[in-house]
């Protein structure tokens, strides 16, 4: 393994890092939550099969296919063993909305009734709460909303009075409404993000499960913001479905994960209809196909697949769990900077054990778009807007945040450069006293 401290070697397989932006600055890349970037390893490895091998899969007995079905079906055991699944429990798909939705149209709508109770909470992404209102609205089930400790924000002046963080109102889930709604209604299934993409905050999904579990109750985890920083064992934490994104985790777009038990997977029928997801197809009826591929009707995202593998060799040479340790360390300098901050308000847990480096903020009044456009002329990219995360916004009271969101190719230096610009913002609308 790489030796997680040795981030400029990391740092040169990135080529888009020694790119000029505004003003010809150096690129300080600190939008990871919404996509990272891409090693050389996973561009060479999608150039290659398109140089090389491309070919449709599955199909043929050419030399071509064959190589083709080879690197794809390798990907796919890469990723199973990534999270420790099988691989007939790995369904490809676009992203990980994708994912979710496929869980909400072949299974949902086989097992949810009117009466019924789906459970999400306040901080999901939009992706986490659309398909489950359209699936409540169809059925005449109800959605209940686990609620986050409604103080959320913590300020400087918070911290330099020792309130804030963890003290309340660190936008912890209250799972007494877990308690209550299954209590109180037909619960069918928890829909739960795995690490917030707003608060940072890591939710405890494998306590979550063994509460619904005793209950039967189905969990979703929405894996998008934790597959790619720390390490995920899909059987330990005994969700029933797992979806995640290779593009956050230095893969490719279009390419997304479902892992699904493969007991559920055996009752569902099929989301889409057409090739490959079929045994044999007679004028009135057909026979469906084979785990996995009964839920990846036809031609797949091939290259983007082949490249995602090529992404989860790199972190695991890496190793998740020094993934996790040295973003642990950025995390920690993020928080001790911010609070220097005069004006500045951080939503989210302050422990860095519990939350990932993301980190959402508002300075003073400003906006967050005019924040983002003075980071961007210092050649700091970040997020700004509501993240895709309204119902969280509005019970943060606020209409947007701007967001900075940190990966193994980040740098202390480049906090340094944040926190300055930060700093350049403040005197500019002069705000923060």
């Known amino acids: 393994m790489l030796s997680m401290l040795d981030i400029?070697?990391?740092?040169?397989?990135?080529?888009?890092?020694?790119?000029?932006?505004?003003?010809?600055?150096?690129?300080?890349?600190?939008?990871?939550?919404?996509t990272t970037q891409k090693p050389k390893q996973v561009i060479d490895a999608i150039y290659n099969y398109y140089m090389n091998y491309n070919a449709n899969i599955h199909r043929a007995v050419h030399q071509l296919s064959e190589e083709a079905t080879e690197a794809y079906e390798g990907s796919r055991a890469k990723v199973a063993r990534f999270i420790n699944a099988k691989s007939d429990e790995i369904i490809f798909v676009r992203n990980a909305t994708e994912a979710i939705n496929l869980v909400a149209y072949a299974w949902g709508r086989a097992n949810i009734r009117a009466g019924d109770t789906i459970v999400v909470s306040e901080m999901e992404h939009h992706s986490n709460i659309v398909p489950w209102q359209i699936l409540a609205r169809e059925k005449g089930a109800r959605l209940h909303y686990i609620r986050i400790d409604h103080d959320t924000n913590t300020s400087r002046d918070d911290h330099e009075k020792g309130?804030?963080?963890?003290?309340?109102?660190?936008?912890?889930?209250?799972?007494?409404?877990?308690?209550?709604?299954?209590?109180?209604?037909?619960?069918?299934?928890?829909?739960?993000?795995?690490?917030?993409?707003?608060?940072?905050?890591?939710?405890?999904?494998?306590?979550?499960?063994?509460?619904?579990?005793?209950?039967?109750?189905?969990?979703?985890?929405?894996?998008?913001?934790?597959?790619?920083?720390?390490?995920?064992?899909v059987k330990d934490i005994d969700c029933d479905f797992f979806a995640f994104s290779a593009h956050k985790m230095l893969g490719p777009t279009g390419v997304g994960i479902l892992y699904t038990k493969r007991e559920i997977l055996d009752a569902m029928d099929?989301?889409?209809?057409?090739?490959?997801?079929?045994?044999?197809?007679?004028k009135y009826d057909a026979v469906w196909n084979d785990l996995p591929w009964k839920f990846e009707a036809g031609t797949p995202n091939i290259a983007d697949v082949i490249g995602f593998g090529a992404a989860v060799d790199y972190l695991n040479t890496i190793g998740m769990e020094n993934v996790r340790l040295y973003e642990d360390e950025l995390t920690r300098y993020m928080l001790s900077r911010l609070t220097e901050v005069k004006g500045l308000r951080l939503y989210g847990s302050m422990d860095a054990d519990r939350r990932g480096a993301v980190f959402s903020f508002n300075l003073a009044d400003i906006h967050p778009h005019d924040l983002a456009t003075i980071l961007d002329e210092d050649g700091i990219a970040i997020r700004s807007g509501h993240h895709c995360a309204q119902p969280l916004m509005e019970r943060l009271g606020v209409a947007a945040t701007s967001r900075a969101s940190l990966y193994i190719y980040n740098t202390k230096e480049e906090i340094d450069r944040f926190i300055d610009s930060l700093e350049r913002a403040r005197l500019i609308f002069k705000v923060g006293g």
């Open 8 to 34: 400029e070697r990391i740092r040169a397989d990135f080529p888009i890092l020694g790119r000029k932006v505004r003003n010809g600055k150096r690129l300080i890349y600190f939008d990871n939550a919404a």
């Open 163 to 233: 309130e804030g963080g963890d003290s309340g109102g660190d936008g912890s889930l209250i799972l007494d409404d877990l308690y209550h709604a299954i209590s109180h209604g037909n619960v069918k299934l928890l829909a739960i993000s795995h690490m917030s993409n707003v608060l940072g905050n890591i939710n405890p999904v494998k306590e979550m499960v063994e509460i619904c579990r005793d209950k039967g109750i189905r969990v979703l985890v929405d894996g998008a913001q934790s597959a790619p920083h720390m390490p995920v064992d």
């Open 270 to 282: 099929p989301f889409l209809g057409g090739g490959d997801m079929i045994r044999e197809v007679h």
